[in-house]
């Protein structure tokens, strides 16, 4: 299988405090994909970074990519009770179609006010 | 992005019965998407909606449990067929323009299927 690994899965910190999600793959990608998703309705993308960028932001959100160890970060700084979310990765694997994502198996996140 | 809907957003269907959810979107799209998650897992794609011609299913899936449409470029419906307990999931639809392997996906609201 191709599927992505986040760990944890689950994490619960308090209001203000910094929450990183990690993501491991395992085949070489076109691009790495983070999205949120609230309370089993649908995905929002967050950001999305290329296999060929190490680093990225948007606005409270920072994302790292490591080709060599197959894994990426999602850095939320200044969390809020807004951000309780369940938080997945999602790749697309070079060498196959250019648009089918592999999605991992997500980390719930808790904001506790 | 596009705004992107689904009807219905949820629903509770008897054992053996077929549902048909549509997804809607505001603008021409290239790809569309139909994509399962059940209860407590992650995202898995059932199939690429391809329109005026049959769908691509991913392994796992096939056409006659579940039939995809896609007569234009702003529409697709998904239909579960002989429903069992065992597809009570989420249905999300997802779009995207095909500009490169950059791209990015963009999901619909999602349908919450109960089988009883």
């Known amino acids: 299988s191709q599927q992505g690994e986040e760990d944890p899965q689950a994490l619960s910190i308090q209001e203000g405090e910094n929450a990183t999600m990690n993501c491991s793959y395992k085949?070489?990608?076109?691009?790495l994909q983070w999205y949120r998703q609230n309370s089993g309705r649908g995905l929002v993308h967050l950001i999305l970074?290329?296999?060929?960028?190490r680093e990225k932001h948007s606005g409270r959100l920072r994302v790292t990519l490591d080709t060599s160890k197959k894994s990426s970060s999602l850095l939320i700084t200044a969390s809020r009770a807004a951000d309780t979310a369940s938080y997945f990765c999602?790749?697309?694997?070079?060498?196959?179609?250019?648009?089918?994502?592999?999605f991992g198996k997500g980390t719930l996140l808790t904001v506790n006010p | 992005s596009a705004v992107i809907s689904q009807k219905p957003s949820r629903d509770i269907c008897q054992r053996g019965t077929s549902l048909t959810i549509q997804c809607q979107v505001d603008?021409?799209?290239?790809?569309m998407f139909w994509y399962r998650q059940q209860p407590g897992q992650s995202l898995t794609l059932i199939a690429t909606?391809?329109?005026?011609?049959?769908?691509?299913?991913e392994s796992g899936f096939v056409i006659d449990k579940f039939p995809i449409s896609r007569p234009n470029l702003t529409f697709s419906t998904l239909t579960v067929s002989n429903m069992s307990p065992e597809d009570s999931s989420i249905y999300l639809c997802?779009?995207?323009?095909?500009?490169?392997?950059?791209?990015?996906?963009?999901f619909g609201p999602g349908t919450r299927l109960t089988v009883l």
């Open positions: 909606a391809n329109q005026g011609s049959e769908a691509t299913y």
């Open positions: 970074i290329r296999s060929n960028e």
């Open positions: 997802s779009v995207e323009w095909d500009r490169g392997p950059w791209d990015e996906q963009f």
């Open positions: 603008s021409q799209v290239t790809m």
């Open positions: 999602a790749t697309v694997y070079s060498g196959g179609s250019n648009y089918k994502l592999t």
């Open positions: 085949t070489s990608i076109n691009n």
